[in-house]
């Protein structure tokens, strides 16, 4: 049992009154925590919510009427009346809390005082390749780990423990932000900034049966951090989730001593997951913005630069692999950039690369409409000044001297029969595509030097 000295637990909810209960109601059966230390807000809701705090005496409670605040004011108003020298953890209503699962999270913010916060992984009552599961907690057990925490690069809303030390050096969170999702990241990037880490605890779960983030959308808009976002940050989005597929073209044993160059690492989270799978790995970042760069740089060694002035310096070391993550597509000369990665890469060594498709179906139906709009994000992102194909890629590769060794494609969009209807019209249109090339959304690339380039 964890004392009601040590945690307060914070549930904003709006229009989810069954939810809060079952939250509630879980966690002081699974985890034996106390009325008195919960903090569960109304934002806004019609179905009863406040009605039923009112007649409530175990808990403290905040009832916004009209739902006016965002979620990091929220959480401000939260810390300022009811938390002391308490840690923090936010939960999400609809979150159902597993057996262990807050003490385990309890221990693992313990382990030292850099670790910020720490949060539990996430499941859901639904089939897994092929097997049912008649319950979380069957689930649980059969994916449970004896013990062990991978380092995280953001910081979930749906169920988050926050050390109180963290809570007062970053004097709360942002109230600019009116989203959960970005005040989150926001947070948790302003605690990197300060030598704090966060882990995902892999013997520790949440049940998710409800999304809460939906009523801020339908308040406030899906978008609307995004602005302040990019002024604070001078960053459109925050890529806090890495590229499995990309990383799975990482060919090395668990312990095994290699180095990695990710251009265009972003705030790093690439690289965080090949630290937390490659213990000896040598990770190395080069960023053009600032800002992330400072991220990442709690993660590899960073250089602030433009790959395409040409100009690294590594002071001799050559890598296994250089990682072109979404960033080829924003290059003026994306075939210069990796001719000239040759003289960064071992012999051996190894282009991966991730490259969004001009030639996906969404696309064509745009253009076939007469449109080629541009928008904030995807395949038709504003700041895309190169477009590929399948062909281009290849041949773009093979002009640079490489090989491709690998190559597969992730799909994007919902394949409808309209869709497959609109993809056969344009095979028929041509006498050199293949149906994949209609359905790849982004080509995901392994390429390695010629031979008879190696040899000059």
Same mark, same amino acid.
């Given at each position: 049992?964890?004392?009601?000295?040590?945690?307060?637990?914070?549930?904003?909810?709006?229009?989810?009154?069954?939810?809060?209960?079952?939250?509630?109601?879980?966690?002081?059966?699974?985890?034996?925590?106390?009325?008195?230390?919960?903090?569960?807000?109304?934002?806004?809701?019609?179905?009863?919510?406040?009605?039923?705090?009112?007649?409530?005496?175990?808990?403290?409670?905040?009832?916004?009427?009209?739902?006016?605040?965002?979620?990091?004011? !929220?959480? +401000? %108003?939260?810390?300022?009346?009811?938390? $002391?020298?308490?840690?923090?953890?936010? #939960?999400?209503?609809?979150? =159902? *809390?597993?057996?262990?699962?807050?003490?385990?999270?309890?221990?693992?913010?313990?382990?030292?005082?850099?670790?910020?916060?720490?949060?539990?992984?996430?499941?859901?009552?639904?089939?897994?390749?092929?097997?049912?599961?008649?319950?979380?907690?069957?689930?649980?057990?059969?994916?449970?780990?004896?013990?062990?925490?991978?380092?995280?690069?953001?910081?979930?809303?749906?169920?988050?423990? !926050?050390? +109180? %030390?963290?809570?007062?050096?970053?004097? $709360?969170?942002?109230?600019?932000?009116? #989203?959960?999702?970005?005040? =989150? *990241?926001?947070?948790?990037?302003?605690?990197?900034?300060?030598?704090?880490?966060?882990?995902?605890?892999?013997?520790?779960?949440?049940?998710?049966?409800?999304?809460?983030?939906?009523?801020?959308?339908?308040?406030?808009?899906?978008?609307?951090?995004?602005?302040?976002?990019?002024?604070?940050?001078?960053?459109?989005?925050?890529?806090?989730?890495?590229?499995?597929?990309?990383?799975?073209?990482?060919?090395? %044993?668990?312990?095994?001593?290699?180095?990695?160059?990710?251009?265009?690492?972003?705030?790093?989270?690439?690289?965080?997951?090949?630290?937390?799978?490659?213990?000896?790995?040598?990770?190395?970042?080069?960023?053009?913005?600032?800002?992330?760069?400072?991220?990442?740089?709690?993660?590899?060694?960073?250089?602030?630069?433009?790959?395409?002035?040409?100009?690294?310096?590594?002071?001799?070391?050559?890598?296994?692999?250089?990682?072109?993550?979404?960033?080829?597509?924003?290059?003026?000369?994306?075939?210069?950039?990796?001719?000239?990665?040759?003289?960064?890469?071992?012999?051996?060594?190894?282009?991966?690369?991730?490259?969004?498709?001009?030639?996906?179906?969404?696309?064509?139906?745009?253009?076939?409409?007469?449109?080629?709009?541009?928008?904030?994000?995807?395949?038709?992102?504003?700041?895309?000044?190169?477009?590929?194909?399948?062909?281009?890629?290849?041949?773009?590769?093979?002009?640079?001297?490489?090989?491709?060794?690998?190559?597969?494609?992730?799909?994007?969009?919902?394949?409808?029969?309209?869709?497959?209807?609109?993809?056969?019209?344009?095979?028929?249109?041509?006498?050199?595509?293949?149906?994949?090339?209609?359905?790849?959304?982004?080509?995901?690339?392994?390429?390695?030097?010629?031979?008879?380039?190696?040899?000059?």
């Amino acid at each position: 049992m964890i004392k009601n000295t040590e945690m307060r637990i914070v549930i904003i909810a709006g229009n989810q009154l069954e939810a809060v209960k079952s939250t509630i109601e879980s966690a002081k059966v699974f985890s034996g925590l106390e009325e008195s230390q919960f903090i569960v807000v109304d934002n806004g809701s019609g179905d009863g919510l406040g009605q039923w705090l009112s007649t409530q005496q175990g808990f403290d409670y905040m009832i916004f009427e009209d739902a006016a605040e965002g979620y990091a004011g !929220i959480l +401000n %108003e939260v810390i300022k009346q009811f938390v $002391g020298e308490e840690d923090l953890l936010v #939960l999400s209503p609809g979150l =159902m *809390v597993l057996p262990g699962c807050i003490e385990t999270l309890y221990d693992a913010l313990e382990e030292d005082e850099q670790t910020g916060a720490v949060c539990a992984r996430m499941i859901s009552n639904r089939s897994e390749e092929g097997k049912s599961f008649s319950s979380a907690a069957e689930y649980a057990a059969l994916h449970a780990e004896p013990e062990g925490k991978t380092e995280i690069l953001g910081l979930p809303y749906e169920g988050v423990l !926050i050390r +109180n %030390e963290m809570l007062r050096e970053l004097e $709360g969170f942002d109230s600019q932000f009116l #989203l959960p999702g970005s005040t =989150m *990241v926001d947070f948790a990037f302003r605690g990197i900034k300060k030598n704090y880490r966060y882990y995902e605890v892999q013997n520790a779960f949440f049940y998710k049966i409800s999304d809460s983030e939906k009523i801020f959308f339908e308040k406030f808009g899906r978008d609307v951090d995004r602005p302040v976002l990019k002024q604070k940050w001078e960053m459109n989005y925050f890529n806090e989730y890495p590229n499995y597929m990309l990383l799975s073209f990482v060919e090395k %044993e668990k312990e095994e001593e290699f180095s990695v160059l990710e251009i265009g690492c972003d705030c790093g989270v690439n690289l965080l997951r090949l630290k937390n799978e490659y213990p000896n790995v040598q990770l190395y970042g080069v960023e053009i913005n600032a800002g992330a760069a400072e991220i990442a740089s709690h993660i590899a060694q960073t250089q602030v630069a433009n790959i395409e002035d040409k100009s690294l310096d590594f002071a001799g070391t050559r890598f296994d692999y250089i990682i072109f993550g979404d960033v080829l597509e924003h290059l003026r000369d994306p075939e210069g950039t990796i001719g000239y990665c040759k003289s960064l890469l071992k012999e051996d060594g190894r282009i991966l690369a991730c490259i969004p498709n001009l030639m996906h179906w969404s696309v064509m139906y745009q253009l076939m409409n007469g449109n080629f709009t541009y928008t904030d994000t995807g395949l038709l992102d504003r700041t895309h000044i190169h477009f590929f194909t399948f062909n281009e890629i290849v041949s773009m590769f093979q002009r640079a001297g490489y090989e491709i060794d690998q190559m597969t494609y992730t799909g994007g969009g919902q394949i409808t029969e309209d869709v497959r209807a609109f993809v056969n019209k344009l095979l028929s249109l041509s006498n050199i595509s293949e149906e994949f090339m209609f359905y790849a959304f982004q080509y995901i690339v392994s390429a390695k030097r010629r031979i008879s380039d190696n040899c000059h």
